[in-house]
Every structure is written in C-alpha cells, then in structure tokens.
C-alpha cells in the first residue's frame, strides 16, 4: 500500500510544476471491485503550520497620509497591525500602479515582467508591452502547487489594454495566473460608486446603487471576508491567500456617502504647514531617523499662502475628502482582518499591508481636478471649472483628484511625487508585517532597504518552497527580489539590509541605489504635466548618502563626481540587463488605443448587434477624436421607444444615441465640464427607422474640435459642434448596444439604471472613412504637439 502521509515534502524539492500527475501505481486491478485495492489521488497538501496570508496593497498612497507613519489620516486598522507586527520605513515601489503590480506578483523587476508602464500605455518593446512572460509565474501560481488556495478582490492593472474584451485572451487575467477566483476591476481605476466589475473573466453589474448605500471598497470587503468564510468553513485545514487590493485611494476620490465630512475643518491649515506639522510628528515617533530633514517645496509648485482665500476652501476640502475615502479604506481592511480574527485564524495569518503601490499622485494638476480621466488626456482644469465643483466634490457624477500640493504633502518629508521614480516621494511607501505566531519583536521599526520585487521571494521562503525552474511547461526566469523574511527575528532588528542595490525608471525618471548611495535623475515632464517630450542633454543627476540622509535632502554630486558617474554607469548596466531601454517619456500621447494590436485594426465598417455590451474601450474601435458615422437600424413599436441604442463612457466622459420622449437624441459628454445635445426635431413614428450620426473633428490633432450632424431616414435632423473633444478615450468603461451599463454618459436617465432600448435595434453600424488616417504613431506625435 502507497504511503498516505502529506507528499509537500516531496513536492517542495521539485523543479518542475505541476508535479506528474498520480500514477495510480499504488492501486491493484482485478477483475471485479471486490478483487481491487484503490489508490486516490491525494490532495495538495500544504506542509503543517503553513500560515494563512492576506497581502493588502493600497493605491496612490504616499509616505505622509497615514497615521501610523505620523501622518494626520487616522488609519487604526494600520496602527493595530503595526503595534502587533513590523513597520519597515524604508520599503520600495516603482512610482506607478501597474509597474508595481506587476513587481508584486512575480518577484521581478518591471521591466523584465514587460511592464514599464501602465497597460493603456503599451508599446511594442520587451519592456514595455504589458504582457507578463509565462516565464515569470506569479505567487498564486507557485502557491497553488503548495496546497494554497488563493482569490483577488479589487484593482487589476495588470491585464494588456487590448485583451480585456469578451474575445479575450484570458491568459493573462487573475484566474489563468494562478488564482481560483477573481472580484474586482480591470484598469487603472474605475468608479467606485459604478464600478466595471468582474467576477472571474465576465463583467456583472454593481450589486447595488450609492444610494442605497453602495461603494466598491466597501463590496469588496463583503466579497472577501465572504470568500475566506467559505474556504474556513469547507476546507478548515488548508491556508488561503488573499489578495486585497481596493482602488482606493487613486482618484476618483469618492468615499461612501456616510463617510463625507468626518475631516470636515482638519486641513484648513495648507499643505506647507502640513509637511512641518507631519515632518515633526515622524521624528518624534522614530518612523524616520533623527536629524532626517523636511525636504523644500519644489518651485513649481505654489506655497499654500499665496492662493486666494476662496480657492483655499476648495483646496481644504479636496484634501478633507481624501481622507475621509483613505479613512473609510482603512476601515474596510479592519473588517477583513476582524473576520479572520473571528474564524480563531488571525495568529498564524501573516499579513503584509503594503500602504500604496507608488507616491501620492501629482496627476490632479495645480489646482487639483473634479475629472482625473480628463487631466489623464491631456487636458486640465481651470480654477473656474474647478470652483464650480467645490458643494460636490467626491459625490457620483465627479471624479475628483486633489492639487499637486496635496501629493506632496502626502509624500513628507520627501521630494516629489508618483511617477517620479528618482526620488522617494515616488518610490517609498511604508509597509507593516503582522504573524502573531512568529513575530514576537512587534511594535517596532524595520530600516532595511527592501523593494516590492522582495514579496513574492519571502513568501516562497515561509512556505519553505524553492523557485522551480519550469512552470506548466515554461522555463522559468530567475526570481530578482530578495526574502525579507530574515528581517522577522529580534536578532536581525538592526541587520545590514540583504538588498543592496536597486534600479528604479519610470518615463525617463530614473535612478541607481547601491550600498547606501542612491543617484536620482528627475528628467523634464512634471508629473501633472500629462503631455509632451523633453531633451535628455538637459538631464541633471543628483547624488545622495542616504546613510545620512534619509530623505534625499542634501546633494553631494559636486563633491563625489566619481561615484556618481559609477551608480550611472551602474544604471545603464541595469537598464540594459532589465529591459529598461529604450527610455521613452511620453504619458498622455500614448493612451491612443490605435498603437496596439487589436481586432478592430484596418476595419473601415465595424457592426454591433443588440447585446454587446461591457466592451472596454482598450479593446474595442477608437470612437473618440475620429471621424466616423454611426448608423442604428431600430424598430419602433405602437407605443414608442426610449432607451439607449448605443454609448460609449459613463458618467466621467463619453457620447450616447438614445430614445427620449420619442425622439432621437445624442448627448456629448466633455469630462462633465460641458454638455452638448442634439435632438431630433420630429418625433420617431412607429415602424422601421435609419438614425445616422455622424462626427466630423475639424483638425487631425486630438482633442480638437468637431461638427456632429444627424440624420433620421436620410433627411437631416440637427447638427451641433463640439468646441473640444475627447482627446484619447472615456476613461475606465465600455461601449454599449442596447442599454448603458456602469455609469450614465447623460444625467437625464441616471435614475434609469441601465436605461435599456425599448424598441429592437437590428445592427449598429460604424463607418470609418477611407482616407488616409493617421497611424497610431502619428497621432501619437500629433498629440506630443498638443497644446
């Protein structure tokens, strides 16, 4: 008889996954049953002790913000976890969401993982097309053959734009990489009041209204301490991974209605006196080593005092609901770990909550923005426009970002901000280990210099599980991050870091830390600049001991020109060893869906039928700052027709053809700031009816301006101009036939729900025109020019 014990052992010394299937070899075959011996096949097994792990990762989330880093918005979920574990004060991001990500799950750099960048901004390089190599297996998969069960609630960044539609591929979706089961989004962010949600690979609707008390964080949350639930209860002996990664806080900055005003007053005193209020209470907590110095306020960014009173109003409450959105996050993590608490499960749960996968973003612009899907194009606010928004900031409808003060407040002490990869206001987030069961030096601080790339290697390392070499028949790439795992003991409290040295590059910022000295280039685009290309000659490196200065506050490239010229020279070794070349600083000009592969590439005439619904823009035809006609063929019935024929976007930005009191309307929705409509001046009769709508942009530059005119049977019905247009894409939703999922592009039918066509629509029909169109690269270069 097969000996029945647990084979993980065995299976840990394996370089090959998924191990051979049973053989069966213990069995014996008779005639009949009676005459036979089975031989199951045994479950994975994880080894005995195996812990539970809940790995949380926050977004946008600087180094400043949270109360357990001497920060003034209060998270207790993070202090109890920290008072009860380890906060590592120098632990490392990329300075961008899907770039960290990505880091994350693989245990690579990521470049080598071909994410440079976020997924909408693809391009064809091995670094940067936002495929992850089959080469690189993710935690889950490798946990996977460890008996670990695993699910992900919340923000994927890490599926290619142009792979997102219901054709697929699914390959690289959480639950072909290695997780049993997905909720959440896929994008950068997604409204949290109406979210693009999946649940595994298929879109589902929100399960409720913000009304009625729904917000995604929130939802996610249920879906996770409901999954966990389950797993305890079915399989009690086998551990989970859990992997929570709420939007929250990238913008939009939307907390739950019963959440507004809690930091009503709490920020009245401006982002400078913030960075001194914030800097102090960090030294005075020991988060950051004493004499560490308040770096200055860049120059372009403009002290608290020199704004106008009135708009310092609309600049306190920006900051007033970010944190109530933080707040209500951190909360949200709370239930999650008071449900595994609950389950007698919380001592041998290692949790690792990772506070921000980047800086505090600068993306919100000077003066902040009540539309970050429209400073993403290119295309910034004015104060007025802003002020306008002050009574309804963060309440459905916005999609609010705060002013670039703010971000660099929220990153105190240090320089900048997200995507600026040199300087550790866009790489340094703080990060709290808790493992009851085996971390007994809790309540104090960790100052090894570690990086996100060092997850997934410590948590092989507690499992006991060596890297395999070939995973479901791919050679696999060697693991770049380093096992922090060294750094739970007492003994190893004030141990030399393990990682000793790292490179860090985003859109041309760049930068070389080894031995304790870091070289930083901050190359030309400001991070609230979201177009436009910059000399590299006029690059400047700088040089820091960050022995001495933990917050990159003093500059020594003047005095150390030899080892500031190694550390570059060192980058470039890195650069060419990770995939990093070549270097490419343009942001906004890249969103362009055209320059990727997709279905729709070269198709002059694209027709939808009723019931295609949920395609992301990412993979679906440019509708935006293209000419183009639509033509809907519907049936009437006796009693009329309302409804939506067909929409792209939501509520953030985007167009719809709609049935309204018996007429054909289009609505044209400029990132909430301006509104245009064009309505048909007879009304729909009963019967079979051509509805054509045609846009017509006046210049190949995107964003420019257009002339939209329709048509109902042939005979002119209206005509409107657009004085802008959307420059790039709608933001995180998906084009509709037949009804309009998510959010509304038009308020009028937002308490519609899904507003559905009530008559038949037979096709929808877009009609590209034969000319000579710019490529994607030149609209890529026409945008670099964009005003």
């Not at 006609?629 to 409804?643: C, K, R, W, Y």
Request: contains cysteine; glycine residues 10%; hydrophobic residues 35%.
């Amino acid at each position: 008889m097969r000996d029945r014990s647990p084979r993980f052992p065995v299976h840990l010394d394996r370089k090959h996954l998924p191990e051979p299937e049973w053989d069966y070899a213990g069995a014996k075959i008779g005639r009949y049953a009676t005459e036979s011996t089975p031989d199951f096949p045994m479950p994975q097994q994880a080894p005995e002790g195996a812990p539970n792990i809940l790995l949380v990762l926050l977004d946008d989330v600087g180094f400043g913000w949270p109360s357990v880093n001497g920060g003034l918005v209060r998270m207790p979920t993070a202090e109890r976890l920290a008072g009860n574990g380890l906060l590592y004060n120098q632990f490392h991001t990329t300075a961008l969401c899907s770039p960290s990500r990505a880091a994350l799950l693989t245990g690579r750099n990521h470049h080598t993982v071909a994410t440079g960048v976020i997924q909408e901004m693809a391009t064809g390089y091995p670094g940067y097309s936002g495929i992850i190599p089959k080469g690189t297996a993710t935690f889950a998969e490798l946990l996977k053959h460890a008996g670990y069960t695993s699910a992900w609630f919340g923000k994927n960044h890490n599926v290619p734009d142009n792979q997102t539609s219901p054709a697929g591929p699914f390959d690289n979706w959480p639950t072909h990489q290695g997780f049993d089961y997905f909720y959440g989004f896929i994008g950068g962010e997604t409204d949290q009041f109406f979210p693009s949600l999946y649940r595994d690979t298929q879109p589902v609707e929100p399960p409720a209204r913000p009304q009625d008390g729904y917000q995604l964080t929130r939802d996610l949350a249920d879906e996770c301490m409901g999954w966990i639930v389950k797993q305890k209860t079915i399989a009690p002996g086998r551990p989970f991974l859990a992997y929570f990664s709420p939007g929250a806080a990238h913008a939009p900055h939307q907390p739950p209605l019963d959440w507004r005003g809690r930091n009503e007053g709490r920020f009245d005193m401006g982002w400078d006196d913030y960075r001194r209020i914030v800097h102090q209470q960090q030294l005075d907590r020991d988060i950051i080593p004493a004499g560490t110095r308040l770096t200055e306020r860049p120059e372009q960014i403009p002290s608290w005092d020199s704004q106008p009173a009135e708009h310092r109003r609309l600049f306190a409450r920006q900051a007033e609901n970010f944190a109530d959105f933080l707040e209500h996050t951190d909360h949200e993590v709370g239930r999650v770990v008071e449900a595994i608490e609950q389950l007698g499960e919380l001592d041998n749960t290692l949790v690792i909550y990772i506070i921000g996968d980047n800086g505090s973003s600068g993306e919100g612009s000077l003066i902040g923005t009540p539309n970050e899907v429209m400073s993403l194009n290119g295309r910034q606010p004015s104060i007025e426009e802003a002020m306008g928004f002050l009574d309804s900031w963060g309440l459905p409808g916005t999609s609010p970002h705060y002013a670039v003060g703010w971000a660099h407040a929220g990153d105190t002490p240090f320089q900048w901000t997200k995507q600026v990869a040199s300087h550790f206001g866009g790489t340094r987030n703080s990060m709290i280990v808790s493992w009851p069961a085996r971390i007994a030096d809790v309540g104090t601080v960790r100052s090894q210099f570690h990086h996100v790339i060092d997850v997934t290697p410590t948590l092989l390392e507690i499992v006991g599980m060596t890297h395999p070499t070939e995973v479901n028949g791919y050679i696999q790439k060697p693991i770049e991050g380093t096992s922090f795992a060294y750094t739970f003991d007492a003994a190893n409290a004030d141990a030399p870091s393990r990682r000793t040295q790292q490179y860090f590059e985003m859109m041309g910022n760049r930068a070389m830390y080894a031995d304790g000295w870091i070289a930083s280039c901050r190359h030309g685009r400001l991070p609230w600049e979201t177009a436009g290309t910059f000399s590299w000659d006029d690059d400047v490196w700088e040089l820091y001991n960050l022995a001495d200065d933990f917050s990159q506050a003093v500059d020594l490239a003047q005095q150390e020109p030899e080892r500031l010229r190694a550390l570059q020279d060192l980058f470039m070794a890195e650069a060419a060893r990770y995939n990093v070349l070549p270097l490419d600083d343009r942001f906004a000009e890249r969103l362009d869906v055209t320059l990727r592969p997709s279905h729709f590439a070269g198709r002059h005439r694209v027709t939808f039928h009723e019931g295609m619904i949920r395609l992301p823009e990412g993979s679906g035809p440019k509708l935006v700052s293209v000419p183009l006609t639509l033509t809907a063929t519907v049936d009437i019935p006796d009693s009329g027709a309302e409804g939506v024929i067909f929409a792209v976007g939501g509520d953030a930005a985007g167009w719809s053809l709609f049935g309204w009191q018996g007429k054909a309307r289009f609505h044209y929705n400029f990132f909430g700031i301006r509104r245009h409509d064009l309505l048909s001046p007879g009304t729909l009769q009963s019967g079979r009816h051509t509805i054509a709508v045609t846009i017509t942009p006046q210049t190949a530059r995107p964003g420019g301006p257009a002339n939209v005119t329709m048509s109902i049977d042939g005979t002119p019905a209206g005509e409107v101009h657009l004085p802008e247009q959307i420059p790039q894409r709608c933001g995180t939703e998906c084009m509709d036939v037949g009804m309009d999922c998510v959010s509304p592009v038009c308020d009028d039918y937002a308490d519609q729900g899904l507003f559905p066509f009530t008559g038949t629509i037979h096709e929808v029909t877009f009609d590209f025109p034969q000319v000579t169109q710019p490529t994607g690269h030149e609209r890529l270069e026409l945008a670099t020019r964009m005003d």
